[in-house]
């Protein structure tokens, strides 16, 4: 069974531009969760998916939004890019967000210049 | 907030050492869970442990949820058991963990 998938692997971008993030559960996995983990504040939650509806959204600025799509397949996309924007953005899934092992993949990392 | 606090931070053993890693928890949860990153930058699920002990061969964990804390315990430690552990909480279901800062644990050869 697949992991968890994530790309692209590296992206380079400058500030002002916007970045699409995409990412790919596990085949049966419908809640899809974006984390960014940054030196300073870690691993933060950004916002979780389940069925194509965003559930559950964390203390980011609304230039960070995401979507889900019928397959549970998930995107994220950062607008206007912030130099504080450089990070390891990883995504995570499982069957249903509840009380259950999560699972990630292994992260787009975005430098921002 | 939940507030999650890992303790050490840093950790250097030799290989074949035993190691315990520690979680705080600042509020009852029900969902606790420990990962381990690796150099790569990859997070690997290594236990779900609202309470209660598990144990997956040379790693053990166990939480004591009414007191609020979880250790991970690395038995016989190999090199490749370095990286960055994590302890990470939620009152609620996965989709929204709160984690702590993590373990950096180095095993030499």
């Known amino acids: 069974k697949a992991g968890v998938t994530q790309t692209p692997r590296y992206l380079i971008k400058t500030r002002g531009q916007q970045v699409t993030l995409s990412c790919s559960p596990i085949?049966?996995?419908?809640?899809v969760s974006w984390y960014q983990q940054t030196p300073g504040q870690g691993l933060q939650f950004l916002f979780e998916?389940?069925?194509?509806?965003?559930?559950n959204k964390g203390n980011f600025p609304g230039r960070f939004s995401g979507r889900q799509f019928s397959n549970s397949r998930s995107e994220m996309n950062v607008s206007t890019l912030e130099l504080g924007d450089s990070a390891l953005y990883l995504c995570?899934?499982?069957?249903?967000?509840?009380?259950?092992?999560?699972?990630f993949g292994s992260g787009t990392q975005l430098s921002v210049l | 907030g939940i507030q999650v606090e890992q303790s050490p931070p840093d950790l250097i053993l030799q290989e074949g050492a035993n190691s315990t890693l520690r979680c705080n928890f600042s509020?009852?949860?029900?969902?606790l869970q420990w990962f381990h990153q690796n150099p790569w930058g990859q997070l690997i699920n290594l236990f779900y442990?609202?309470?209660g002990t598990k144990q997956n061969g040379r790693l053990s964990a166990t939480t004591v949820a009414t007191e609020r804390y979880s250790l991970l315990y690395i038995s016989s430690s190999q090199t490749t058991d370095s990286g960055v552990y994590f302890c990470?909480?939620?009152?609620?279901?996965?989709?929204?963990?709160?984690f702590g800062k993590g373990t950096k644990l180095t095993v030499n050869p």
């Open positions: 995570a899934s499982s069957f249903w967000g509840g009380e259950e092992k999560l699972f």
């Open positions: 085949s049966g996995h419908r809640s």
């Open positions: 998916y389940f069925s194509e509806t965003q559930r």
């Open positions: 509020d009852s949860v029900n969902n």
């Open positions: 442990i609202p309470s």
């Open positions: 990470a909480v939620s009152k609620g279901g996965s989709e929204k963990l709160v």
